[in-house]
């Protein structure tokens, strides 16, 4: 394990303004997203929170600014071979998201021509081998102790690195859950590999290195990301994103790898004392048909009751936006947006919601949006699929009227 | 007791809005705050500090804008701050800036580091984390209660799951990510303004971590940036104005013709 901490050195990075070329024009200036570039006489200077997000490169119109990147490592990469899922299982069940991954995982693998082998760590999980074995799945590593239970950091982190270090896959996708959050980036640090957090797309470039896509500055832009060089390439990926793979029975079974969990007891330093469940009224948002969901509009908490008699007879479950969550008026479970959860139902009814773009982004997945606002400009109309400008607390009575009217009849 | 609580500087994210002709950011005039769940850091901080007497160190790592923030955690209560800010540390992804910070942390000894849940900047939460391996220590993220034995040795936590929460026990030092509602962050007070514009605030460079510079900055960040892009739009659907009992039948109908009602 040690070695991985000589690691450390990636590449030699440099952002260059050409003093010949820049003008002083200040178009960069305007165009940083981190606001960190300055003219002081008629040249660009880069100040010290520069990202390198490259934007400035690419738009610069005299081309004075360039970003270089220089490989350090000399470590042969050729040897990290195929395309790895963390199956994250919770008492027995396979969670959805990593059947998610696993379906981008057979696009991304026909592009590379490498396998695809999960991962899946627990006690007494050999069950799912034959769930899992009916996916397109080349390798299964499974890895069973009573230690591995309940998650715990340490525990995952030392089987994901030793299970890493020993059988080098190129790629390693892990669902961005509290969980997949709580394990990715330790590992990746222990590792001391490259990781992008809560991925919207995946890609393969013609040179080989898997492209992430994710969201920053709250959905406002997307940025591609590339760990060209460190193996694996990680990432997280939202619940939600991606379609789940299908079985298929025209596949050859996976071959079974039980590796032997070699776990250090005492470097377990978290004990779980208690677990405790919380059944709400929107436990699974993630999971659902249909979400009503309640934003500022409502004005007040007293008027939830609203949102609360519509979900029911829709028979769905209630959701919200960060100001009110933010509020108090629902519990943070219940968050939708890129701070809260991702959702993709059937239908997401959102009432009173303007549509801040940290929202769009967490429900931009869902079939069917429909949002009554009274604001004609609220942004959550520019991506409803039905949108009614008009008194939410005239048309959700009525709403709810006439929706329990034909209820009775049918 | 000494706790370290890190924060981060960010845009105020709410203000943040994409300009329509050139598709780029518009920030001219979005104030930059604290991230807000580093305020929670930082008050959670000051109650530990509070109830069982010790002191509390806030550390970021930013431009030099980023002092103000400082600032106002010095004007909240906190004891000291040290801010490591250096043009070398430009272009650091989530492990080289978790690997700056464990070298300026790892100096300090503390039982205690809290951490924001994630930056709403960057939304990553890959910094708590990776500044725990690389401390060495054990994390507990997603924290909505803290509870200190008497001994000041041990920590309950409670930590949030995808259904419900669960209850962990763990020696110090740990760190721990939280999140909002796990406290109200105080507003700081007048006296407080007063005393944090007197501190000493403790800068730190690329020189003084005596490391191989290419550990740092963006040449020690093995993710790279390749393409920024504004999402694409999505499909304009029907958007109609009409009397309450029109739109109810509109919506109605919808909902029967893709058979959700």
Redesign the interface.
């Known amino acids: 394990m040690k070695s991985y901490f000589k690691r450390?050195?990636?590449?030699?990075?440099?952002?260059i303004v050409d003093k010949n070329k820049c003008n002083g024009c200040g178009k960069c200036v305007?165009?940083c997203?981190f606001?960190?570039i300055i003219i002081v006489q008629k040249l660009a200077i880069?100040?010290?929170?520069?990202?390198?997000?490259?934007?400035c490169q690419?738009?610069c119109p005299t081309g004075a600014i360039t970003i270089k990147?220089e490989r350090?490592s000399n470590e042969d990469y050729s040897n990290y071979r195929g395309i790895w899922v963390f199956i994250e299982q919770?008492q027995g069940t396979i969670k959805p998201v990593s059947l998610e991954l696993l379906g981008k995982a057979k696009e991304l693998v026909n592009k590379l021509n490498q396998e695809i082998a999960v991962v899946l760590a627990g006690d007494e999980v050999s069950h799912l081998v034959n769930d899992l074995s009916s996916y397109e799945i080349h390798k299964i590593y499974l890895v069973e102790n009573k230690v591995l239970k309940?998650y715990t950091?340490?525990a995952y982190?030392q089987i994901l690195v030793s299970l890493v270090s020993q059988y080098k896959p190129n790629i390693l996708l892990i669902g961005a859950?509290?969980?997949g959050?709580?394990l990715?980036?330790?590992v990746?640090?222990?590792l001391?590999?490259?990781?992008?957090?809560?991925c919207t797309d995946l890609d393969i470039t013609e040179e080989g290195y898997l492209?992430q896509t994710r969201?920053?500055?709250?959905?406002?832009?997307?940025?591609?990301?590339?760990?060209?060089?460190?193996r694996p390439q990680m990432a997280t990926v939202r619940p939600n994103v991606f379609k789940k793979s299908r079985p298929c029975s025209n596949f050859q079974s996976p071959e079974i790898i039980k590796v032997e969990a070699k776990l250090n007891l005492l470097s377990i330093?978290?004990?779980?004392?208690?677990?405790?469940?919380?059944v709400t009224e929107v436990?699974?948002l993630e999971e659902v048909d249909?979400i009503v969901s309640a934003g500022r509009g409502l004005g007040s908490p007293d008027n939830l009751y609203l949102v609360r008699e519509l979900a029911k007879i829709?028979g769905a479950a209630v959701g919200g936006s960060r100001a009110i969550v933010?509020a108090g008026w629902l519990s943070?479970h219940q968050q939708v947006g890129?701070?809260g959860k991702t959702v993709a139902p059937?239908?997401y009814l959102a009432c009173g919601i303007s549509g801040?773009?940290?929202h769009l982004?967490g429900i931009?997945t869902s079939k069917?949006?429909?949002a009554?606002n009274k604001d004609?400009e609220a942004p959550i109309?520019?991506?409803?699929?039905?949108?009614?400008?008009?008194?939410l607390f005239?048309?959700i009575p009525?709403?709810i009227e006439?929706?329990k009217k034909?209820k009775n009849i049918v | 007791m000494k706790i370290v609580a890190c924060i981060k500087q960010v845009p105020e994210m709410s203000e943040v809005m994409i300009d329509p002709e050139t598709h780029t950011l518009k920030r001219k005039g979005v104030p930059s705050i604290i991230n807000p769940f580093d305020e929670n850091a930082v008050e959670e901080g000051l109650k530990i500090k509070e109830k069982y007497s010790g002191e509390l160190i806030v550390v970021t790592m930013g431009p030099p804008q980023a002092e103000e923030a400082l600032r106002r955690c010095l004007a909240m209560g906190a004891d000291e701050a040290v801010f490591i800010s250096d043009k070398a540390f430009a272009g650091s992804d989530t492990l080289a800036t978790a690997y700056t910070l464990s070298l300026v942390i790892k100096q300090l000894k503390p039982d205690l580091i809290i951490c924001g849940k994630q930056a709403i900047d960057g939304d990553t939460a890959q910094v708590g984390p990776e500044l725990a391996e690389q401390l060495g220590i054990s994390q507990v993220t997603y924290v909505k209660k803290v509870e200190i034995s008497e001994d000041k040795k041990k920590i309950i936590l409670h930590r949030e799951t995808d259904d419900g929460y669960e209850i962990i026990q763990c020696k110090l030092p740990v760190l721990i990510t939280v999140l909002k509602i796990l406290n109200e962050p105080r507003y700081p007070s007048i006296r407080g303004i007063l005393m944090a514009k007197k501190k000493g605030i403790k800068v730190i460079k690329a020189v003084d971590l005596k490391v191989d510079p290419v550990k740092l900055g963006a040449d020690g960040s093995p993710t790279q940036v390749v393409n920024i892009f504004t999402p694409q739009q999505h499909q304009k659907g029907k958007i109609l104005k009409l009397e309450p009992k029109d739109a109810v039948k509109n919506i109605i109908n919808f909902l029967q013709d893709e058979k959700l009602f």
Do not use: W
């Not at chain 1, 001391?192 to 809560?198: F, M, Q, S, Y």
């Not at chain 1, 109309?381 to 008009?390: M, P, R, S, V």
């Open positions: 450390g050195r990636f590449n030699l990075a440099e952002i305007n165009l997203p606001n960190q880069i100040e010290a929170g520069c990202t390198m997000c490259g934007v690419e738009l990147r350090l919770h309940s950091t340490d982190t859950t509290n969980i959050r709580d990715a980036p330790r990746a640090a222990r001391r590999v490259g990781l992008t957090a809560d492209l969201p920053a500055f709250g959905g406002n832009i997307m940025a591609q990301i590339l760990c060209k060089y460190t330093r978290t004990k779980i004392i208690e677990v405790i469940k919380e436990a699974n249909i829709l933010d943070h890129q701070s059937e239908l801040a773009i940290q982004v931009q069917r949006i429909v009554i004609p109309f520019k991506i409803a699929t039905l949108g009614i400008i008009g008194d005239k048309v009525l709403l006439d929706l034909i």
